[in-house]
C-alpha cells in the first residue's frame, strides 16, 4: 500500500474515500426513501400520518450538510489509514491472527462502545448552548427523511468521526469488520430517520426488537427533543428512563395493518 502521509496521495485517497461514503449515502437513502416513501407505504402514509413528502428545500438542506459529513468522514478514513500504517491501530487484516468467532464479537463490542459513546454525546448536544451551536442543524428536519442521515453541523460531523479511529486504537478489528460497521451505521442512520416504520408489528416488543432502534423510536426524538438519545440500541434509553412513554403507542399506531377495504378505497382516491 503506498504511503498515505505523503500530502497527494492523501488527498487521493481522501477523495475516494469521500467517493465511497457519498456513494453509499445516495444509494442506500436513495433506495429506502423511494421504496418507502414512493411505494411501499404510500396509501398507509396518505392514510395515516397526513405527512407531506419531503420539499425540495429540506432535500436540497440536507444534501449540503451530508455532503460536508460524508468529506470529514473520508478526512477522518485517511488519517485513520495513516494511523494503521504507522502502527497506531490495532487493525488488522490476518484472519488466522483471532478466532474467528472474534470477529462477530469485536462488532458487537465496537456498537456497544460506540452506543455508549454516542448516547452521552447526544444527550450533551442537547444542553441549551451546546444545541444551538453544534446539534440545531440535525433537528431543523423535524419531519426527517432518509436524507436526514448525514445532515449535520461540521462540528458534531466531527465529533461523530472520531470514535471508531479511537476504538481501534485500544481494540482489535479487522478492517473487514470495521468496513461492516462503517456501512451497517448508513444503514442504521437512514432507517432511523425515514419516519416510516419498517420494522413488523409487535417488534417492539420481541426479546431481541425491544432493543433495536427504528424509525418510530428516532422520529419520537425530532418531535419530542427530550426523549430517545439512542444510536442502535434503546438500552442506555431504558436504564436512564429517556425512553419516550408514548413510543409503544405510536409504533403500535405505526405498524397497525391496513384493511383491504381501505386500501382500495385509498388507491382509488389516489
Same mark, same amino acid.
Given at each position: 500500500?503506498?504511503?498515505?502521509?505523503?500530502?497527494?496521495?492523501?488527498? =487521493?485517497?481522501?477523495?475516494?474515500?469521500? *467517493?465511497? @461514503?457519498?456513494?453509499? %449515502?445516495?444509494?442506500?437513502?436513495?433506495?429506502?426513501?423511494? #421504496?418507502?416513501?414512493?411505494? !411501499?407505504?404510500?396509501? #398507509?402514509?396518505?392514510?395515516?400520518?397526513?405527512?407531506?413528502?419531503?420539499?425540495?428545500?429540506?432535500?436540497? $438542506?440536507?444534501?449540503?450538510?451530508?455532503?460536508?459529513?460524508?468529506?470529514?468522514?473520508?478526512?477522518?478514513?485517511?488519517?485513520? =489509514?495513516?494511523?494503521?500504517?504507522?502502527?497506531?491501530?490495532?487493525?488488522?487484516?490476518?484472519?488466522?491472527? %483471532?478466532?474467528?468467532?472474534?470477529?462477530?464479537?469485536?462488532?458487537?463490542?465496537?456498537?456497544?462502545?460506540?452506543?455508549? %459513546?454516542?448516547?452521552?454525546?447526544?444527550?450533551? /448536544?442537547?444542553?441549551?448552548?451546546?444545541?444551538?451551536?453544534?446539534?440545531?442543524?440535525?433537528?431543523?428536519?423535524?419531519?426527517?427523511?432518509?436524507?436526514?442521515?448525514?445532515?449535520?453541523?461540521?462540528?458534531?460531523?466531527?465529533?461523530?468521526?472520531?470514535?471508531?479511529?479511537?476504538?481501534?486504537?485500544?481494540?482489535?478489528?479487522?478492517?473487514?469488520?470495521?468496513?461492516?460497521?462503517?456501512?451497517? /451505521?448508513?444503514?442504521?442512520? @437512514?432507517?432511523?430517520? *425515514?419516519?416510516?416504520?419498517?420494522?413488523?408489528?409487535?417488534?417492539? $416488543?420481541?426479546?431481541?426488537?425491544? #432493543?433495536?432502534?427504528?424509525?418510530?423510536?428516532?422520529?419520537?426524538?425530532?418531535?419530542?427533543?427530550?426523549?430517545?438519545?439512542?444510536?442502535?440500541?434503546?438500552?442506555?434509553?431504558? #436504564?436512564? !428512563?429517556?425512553?419516550?412513554?408514548?413510543?409503544?403507542?405510536?409504533?403500535?399506531?405505526?405498524?397497525? !395493518?391496513?384493511?383491504?377495504?381501505?386500501?382500495?378505497?385509498?388507491?382509488?382516491?389516489?
Amino acid at each position: 500500500m503506498p504511503d498515505i502521509s505523503n500530502p497527494l496521495i492523501f488527498l =487521493a485517497a481522501t477523495f475516494v474515500m469521500f *467517493l465511497v @461514503v457519498v456513494g453509499r %449515502y445516495f444509494l442506500i437513502a436513495g433506495l429506502f426513501q423511494f #421504496w418507502f416513501h414512493r411505494f !411501499r407505504f404510500k396509501k #398507509w402514509e396518505s392514510r395515516s400520518l397526513g405527512k407531506k413528502k419531503t420539499d425540495r428545500i429540506q432535500f436540497i $438542506r440536507e444534501v449540503k450538510w451530508s455532503m460536508i459529513t460524508s468529506l470529514l468522514f473520508a478526512l477522518a478514513a485517511s488519517f485513520t =489509514a495513516i494511523l494503521w500504517q504507522k502502527g497506531y491501530t490495532k487493525l488488522y487484516d490476518d484472519l488466522n491472527q %483471532y478466532p474467528l468467532w472474534y470477529l462477530p464479537v469485536s462488532l458487537l463490542i465496537s456498537m456497544l462502545i460506540h452506543e455508549t %459513546y454516542y448516547y452521552w454525546l447526544h444527550r450533551w /448536544m442537547h444542553q441549551p448552548k451546546v444545541f444551538k451551536l453544534l446539534h440545531k442543524v440535525h433537528h431543523d428536519s423535524n419531519t426527517t427523511s432518509a436524507w436526514t442521515a448525514f445532515s449535520f453541523h461540521p462540528l458534531e460531523g466531527l465529533l461523530q468521526a472520531i470514535i471508531l479511529p479511537l476504538t481501534i486504537m485500544v481494540f482489535p478489528m479487522h478492517i473487514y469488520v470495521l468496513l461492516f460497521q462503517l456501512t451497517l /451505521m448508513t444503514f442504521s442512520s @437512514v432507517i432511523n430517520h *425515514l419516519e416510516i416504520e419498517t420494522y413488523p408489528a409487535n417488534f417492539h $416488543r420481541h426479546l431481541i426488537g425491544k #432493543w433495536l432502534i427504528g424509525a418510530t423510536h428516532h422520529s419520537m426524538h425530532h418531535k419530542q427533543f427530550k426523549y430517545n438519545f439512542g444510536l442502535y440500541f434503546t438500552f442506555w434509553d431504558k #436504564w436512564k !428512563r429517556t425512553e419516550s412513554p408514548g413510543f409503544n403507542d405510536l409504533f403500535e399506531e405505526k405498524t397497525k !395493518r391496513v384493511p383491504a377495504e381501505s386500501d382500495q378505497t385509498i388507491n382509488t382516491a389516489i
